[in-house]
């Protein structure tokens, strides 16, 4: 059942057009499926034109994202054709009913909504952040489901592992305690707009004040749009606990990675040691940008996507 798309794109003064080109609205489907007994939204964006180029592409997004996330890299491939879902627990999706919020339930969750929506062996899979993970682990355990596979700003290497080790075990104790809190006091936590504002402004790399003020606005009105604490932990802990390094050498497919030279999230070094492991991969670094790839550089972003899928056709 198609519905409308009501979100807001008006934030700290910056409006729609400033962010979005004047064709997106045009090309904006919102829909509702039924997938294991949960309601899950997704969206459509139609082509504006039909080409020999034109491909459907699956968008899984990050980790406290929904769809909204990824819009302007959709925006700017106004030749395709995308389907972005909100994850169950996210944005306007239920959460999984009666199962633990895992990276292969999350892959079951794929294999389920392309069976909903006809989608065949010739859908594109894009997995952005804990999109990467939940992607490419889907892939090494359905080969065949899709292809090419790309990856944006993808989970090279252990989160628990490393430098960032201790910000990880840090962020772990904030979604353990804020689920063992009372409810309210723990979602306070969780949806604390100073904490929330935290984030952004450490991952916002952009000089540009209109577009870390956008960025800033994206998160305060969708990061904190989780079902319950409890799929929010059990998401988190997915997350922090799997990465793609851990199926490379499963992922028999082309495989288009996108990074960030300034990511200290999915760090550059790793990316580099990630591509070697792929058996057909293709590594695209984008400069002066770092976990916010979907929101601070699309164009480059949609850009390499364009090419990685003119080199390997349907």
Partial sequence: MEKVETASFSHGGQTRSDFFSASLA?????????????????????????TPQTRTILVIHGFRGDHHGLLRVADHLSEMRLIMPDLPAFGSSDPFMG??????????????????????????????SFGSIVASHFVAAHP??????????????????????????????????????PRRLGLAILRNRAIVRVMSITMAKTKDKGLRRFIHGQHDAYFSAFSDRKSLLESFKASVSGNVAEVAEKLALPVLL???????????????KLVKR?????????PGVGHLIHYETPAPAAAAI????????A
């Fill in 258 to 272: 996108v990074a960030g030279e300034k990511d200290e999230i999915a760090t550059l070094p790793d990316q580099y």
């Fill in 26 to 50: 045009g090309r904006t489907h919102a829909f509702e499926v039924t997938v294991d007994g949960s309601n899950v939204a997704y969206w459509t964006y139609e082509p504006v034109t039909l």
């Fill in 99 to 128: 199962d633990e919020h895992t990276v292969e339930r999350y892959g079951r969750f794929i294999s389920g909504f392309m069976s909903a929506l006809g989608l065949g062996p010739k859908t594109v899979l894009l997995g952005h």
């Fill in 144 to 181: 065949g489901a899709v292809s090419p596979l790309i990856l944006v700003n993808p989970i090279a290497a252990p989160a628990l592992e490393g430098p960032k080790g201790i910000m990880t075990k840090l962020a772990v104790f904030y979604y353990q305690a804020s689920a063992k809190l």
């Fill in 278 to 286: 792929l058996p057909d991969a293709k590594l695209e670094v984008i």
């Fill in 306 to 313: 364009r090419t990685f899928l003119e080199e390997h056709p």
